[in-house]
């Protein structure tokens, strides 16, 4: 992997975690429920991924593998994830979905270390340590967060914490198959995150909120970060990724304080600044060690 694909790599993966830094902006603006929330963007991600991936020729050849039995388990931890992570918006702080999301490598590690057999760094039960301590400050003072939905927060907290194993047993789960596109089996999950929203959504609900800011996350932010994020991959190490997604638990927060004035209390700050920390220096650990 040569500088000049390492640099198209960094940018594509710039480009894709910048775009999803206001998704949870546009969830909170949508002001829609649960149900009807997984229905419109689980259906809109899902068909345009999978027209993404019926556009390119590799992906094409390989569809088949989608529904192998890896495939489906990648569909089912997507769709579970997604579930977690939307009603854990609705109910908690945008600031602690996103700081617990933010460790979803540390759980890929541990699945790592389970399913592919590899060994986990001290640096990665240091780094799962030092993010539980974050994360702790946070969610233990959470119902100071102003602007914030009043829900249960040890249940977000739950909801955050479950999506980030889903992410990190989906990143392993390709890493085990890297023929299966990634892209489509995730459209596959989006439609079935759509159907499990149209099993409970009501007809008084159904259109209520605000369409056009659910249709900006579910046709545009989704889709396209996520196919970007998964293309840089191809020109730029795993760890460069990680470290450019930590833009979303930067910028996610601070959109939705801007815009509809959702800020966390200075204990938040404080927790989530240790858990940023902590994963900056676990990502940056690969790059020192390559130049000693």
Known sequence: MNIKESRKGILIAFF?????????????LSEMDV???????GMQMGIVLICITLCMKEYRKNFHLIFSKTGIYIILSQALGSVSFTYGIVISSVTVILLCIATSPLFASFFSYFLLKEKINKSTIYASLFTI???SISVLDSH???????????????????TAA??????VLLRSKPKIPAIGATGFGGLLVGIIGILFVTKKTLLAGDLIAISISGMIILPFSFAALTYSTRFTQAANVSLLMLLETILGPIWVWIFIKESPSNQMILGGMIVIITLL????????????
Not at 151 to 157: E, H, I
Not at 281 to 292: A, G, I
């Open 16 to 28: 894709g975690a910048l775009l999803i830094t206001p998704d949870t902006l546009f969830m909170r």
């Open 35 to 41: 149900w009807s929330m997984l229905l419109w963007r």
């Open 133 to 135: 301590l974050g994360v």
């Open 144 to 162: 100071n967060a102003i602007n914030a939905p009043q829900g249960n927060y040890f249940l977000g907290l739950f909801c955050g914490l479950f």
């Open 166 to 171: 889903a992410l990190g047993l989906n990143f």
């Open 281 to 292: 220096l676990y990502f940056l650990e690969p790059f020192k060690l390559r130049k000693s």
